[in-house]
């Protein structure tokens, strides 16, 4: 089996303060970690689930962020679902065999194409891959 689960859900928003307000007071989740990341130009926030899961809120730092436009043509909602593999190296070259499209081949971050998964972009997460906010204990806790 190429998935051993699911790792983490990516949802787009417009605004990341009201969405962490709507997440944390209203779906009743704990904010663990939030950070802005400039370089790429989007802000996070994540909500950790008792299952190790967790739920990363993504919003454009500004207009010109490339999730800007994601979100103008597309609109807030799920962007991507992050699935665990054991191996990737198998995985990519299964899925390539099974006429997959797949995005990022080469680089650490590969994607099932949206083309090839009924419209939802799928990230390939490595099994043993850490997470810099939630597996490094000096990087716990809310900002």
């Known amino acids: 089996m190429a ?3 699911s790792d983490h859900l990516v949802i787009l928003v417009r605004d990341i303060e009201q969405a962490i307000h709507t997440w944390q007071h209203q779906i009743g989740l704990s904010l663990s970690h939030r950070a802005d990341l400039p370089e790429v130009g989007i ?3 994540f ?3 008792e299952d190790d899961t967790f739920i990363e809120l993504i919003a454009p730092m500004s207009d010109s962020s490339p999730i800007a436009k994601t979100l103008e043509s597309r609109g807030e909602g799920v962007h ?3 699935l665990k593999v054991d191996d990737m190296e198998a995985t990519i070259e299964h899925l ?3 006429g997959v499209q ?3 081949v080469g680089t ?3 994607f099932i194409h949206p083309k090839s998964a009924n419209g939802v972009r799928i990230q390939l997460w490595p099994k043993a891959q850490p997470h810099r906010w939630k597996d490094q204990p000096n990087n716990r806790g809310s900002e």
């Open 43 to 45: 802000r996070q926030a």
């Open 47 to 49: 909500f950790l689930l």
């Open 102 to 104: 797949l995005i990022g």
């Open 80 to 82: 991507t679902v992050a």
């Open 96 to 98: 390539a065999s099974q």
């Open 3 to 5: 998935f051993s689960g």
């Open 108 to 110: 650490p971050q590969v």
